[in-house]
């Protein structure tokens, strides 16, 4: 199973950027179609972006025009490049893995990273 692991987190302040990576074990990455996701203290966990395998990419509203994910299929690793960084986002940003279709909820994605700490100070 693929196992993955994220990195890039910090402490940014308003307006700022954060570029997040994760970094999956599985030579079948190709395979998988990979999402990000927060969790902000006493929140559900949401969805924040993904990709399909078509290349076809989905994000939340709050995020769009600020936020872009994108893949390196060679290297395993899938990006979220944050700008415009505000408080709200601040959460600790997950990604994820699944087969099928892009998700929007996190009880579809059976394989998880460990997280990534993002706070956006005002």
């Known amino acids: 199973q693929v196992q993955l692991v994220e990195s890039g987190g910090g402490l940014v302040q308003t307006g700022g950027s954060l570029r997040l990576s994760c970094t999956a074990s599985a030579r079948t990455f190709s395979n998988y179609v990979m999402g990000w996701f927060r969790q902000a203290p006493g929140k559900e966990r949401e969805f924040v972006a993904g990709?399909?395998?078509?290349?076809?990419?989905h994000y939340t509203d709050s995020v769009k025009g600020r936020f872009t994910i994108s893949e390196d299929i060679e290297k395993n690793a899938v990006y979220l490049q944050m700008n415009s960084l505000k408080p709200e986002d601040t959460a600790v940003y997950y990604c994820?893995?699944?087969?099928?279709?892009?998700?929007?909820?996190?009880?579809?994605?059976?394989?998880w990273g460990q997280g990534t700490q993002v706070t956006v100070s005002s």
């Open positions: 990709v399909n395998r078509s290349g076809s990419i």
């Open positions: 994820a893995a699944k087969g099928g279709l892009v998700s929007f909820r996190a009880p579809d994605y059976p394989t």
